[in-house]
């Protein structure tokens, strides 16, 4: 979500933005515009804007991030995260900070739908019920299924789908209901 959706969600114009932070209206036009990074304001700045559209600096600074990792770099640091932190810190975490809602509603499916995976997988290998916030969202999945970069090539060298049927055979069920096909999350290196 951009700047200025949040200020429509307010019905709220850069002018008025301006006004109400004390910023000059200059400076609202250059953020809303992205010659400006609201990263690179002072702190107290973001503080005041985020204050005027009435939502919180860490939510601000998290909705207008708009640069997209590498998917499988995205992975590996998922995994490595689980692996450093455990199953059950995990779990809080994807739970505490709800970027499975947030990549979503950013049209980021491919890592909305890996986390909840995750959090189903971890939920169902430590008997947790599963978030029922997350229940219309476990009714979709990607169009098409996402092999890791490993298989890719595999596949590609060999000529073959080989690797790819062997990946969709073994591929853990809660990451596969998405067409995610995932094998190991604890094998990183």
């Not at 985020?50 to 601000?60: G, I, M, P, R």
């Not at 994807?94 to 980021?108: P, Q, V």
Request: charged share 30%; net charge positive.
């Amino acid at each position: 979500m951009t700047i200025e959706q949040m200020m429509l969600q307010q019905k709220m114009t850069k002018y008025r933005l301006s006004k109400v932070c004390g910023i000059p209206y200059s400076t609202i036009a250059d953020i809303c515009s992205g010659k400006t990074k609201i990263e690179n304001c002072s702190f107290d700045k973001a503080y005041k804007i985020s204050k005027a559209l009435n939502v919180s600096l860490d939510y601000l600074y998290e909705q207008i991030k708009t640069e997209r990792v590498d998917f499988d770099l995205f992975r590996s640091n998922v995994c490595h995260r689980l692996k450093q932190i455990g199953d059950k810190e995990m779990m809080l975490s994807l739970l505490r900070e709800d970027k499975i809602s947030l990549y979503y509603e950013k049209g980021f499916y491919l890592e909305s739908f890996y986390l909840l995976a995750l959090l189903d997988y971890l939920s169902a290998k430590h008997s947790v019920s599963l978030c029922k916030k997350y229940s219309v969202l476990r009714t979709k999945k990607l169009k098409n299924r996402i092999y890791p970069a490993s298989i890719y090539a595999i596949s590609e060298v060999a000529k073959t789908d080989q690797a790819k049927k062997e990946a969709l055979k073994n591929a853990i069920p809660e990451f596969k209901r998405f067409n995610i096909i995932e094998n190991d999350l604890y094998d990183v290196a």
